[in-house]
């Protein structure tokens, strides 16, 4: 109950300074800058370069990313989720609306789309449960799309996980704090058992948080049809590759 008062207090405040912000600064595309754009042309050509990567456990044994996590699509991506950027709420609920129509996997019956789950402590450092109100326009997307039975269930909860963000800390150390962290918060009845779930998830590096949800899914009697993200962590080097110049390359150049 607190919680949730602190969690609406945090969004409030949040979304009077991001209204602010936007009376003083005219938004440029959370990607490139380009002006008057929320997400620019090329930006959301990058973001329709989809990756697919092994996701076992799940009925088609993969999961779907919009684009890469590097350049434009990283900058993207974290002016939304960790800068307040909601507006990008509208073009990426079309982009993962499109990229799980197109993936050829949905067979007309009933979807319950799950998002990923957030501790509370993002939460309330977001203001918001950013993937659930992403599902949820992806939702609306995919009803006007004509997909008509569609049901949006934040069946996944964090059980006493510390939470930070991707980028705050390598991909392995945050899937060891999930570990075991990941609860479904109620058991498959008759009309879950009846439709496909899909996970919803912002980013994917290792694949080892995303894999800790479906078996919680899967404990809790769901069948999980895939996953749809926007980006995916291409394999970093170990090693940084010289360049020609002698100068080391960036893993993630802009
Ligand atoms: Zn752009």
Redesign the pocket.
């Given at each position: 109950m607190l919680r949730d008062v602190f969690v609406r207090l945090a969004s409030t405040a949040a979304a009077l300074a991001r209204l602010a912000r936007d009376l003083m600064i005219p938004r440029g595309?959370?990607?490139?800058?380009?002006p008057d754009?929320v997400?620019?042309g090329?930006?959301t050509a990058l973001m329709t370069e989809h990756v697919r990567f092994d996701l076992p456990g799940t009925l088609t044994g993969e999961g779907l990313a919009c684009g890469a996590y590097r350049g434009?699509v990283r900058h993207?991506v974290l002016q939304w989720k960790d800068h307040g950027d909601e507006e990008c709420d509208g073009p990426f609920s079309r982009l993962l609306a499109d990229l799980l129509t197109g993936s050829g996997r949905l067979d007309g019956r009933p979807l319950l789309l799950v998002p990923a789950p957030s501790t509370s402590r993002s939460m309330h450092e977001r203001g918001r449960w950013h993937m659930r109100q992403l599902t949820v326009r992806m939702a609306s997307r995919l009803k006007r799309d004509g997909y008509g039975d569609i049901a949006v269930v934040p069946l996944l909860r964090t059980v006493g996980a510390g939470g930070k963000s991707v980028q705050m800390s390598g991909a392995a150390q945050r899937a060891q704090r999930l570990d075991g962290h990941i609860a479904v918060t109620r058991r498959a009845n008759a009309t879950g058992e009846r439709r496909q779930v899909v996970l919803v998830d912002d980013i994917v590096t290792s694949g080892a948080t995303m894999r800790y949800c479906v078996d919680a899914l899967r404990r809790g009697g769901y069948d999980v049809l895939t996953a749809v993200v926007l980006a995916h962590t291409p394999l970093r080097r170990v090693d940084p590759e010289p360049a020609a110049d002698g100068n080391c390359r960036s893993p993630h150049p802009r």
């Open positions: 595309c959370a990607g490139c800058d380009m754009r997400l620019c090329d930006c434009p993207a």
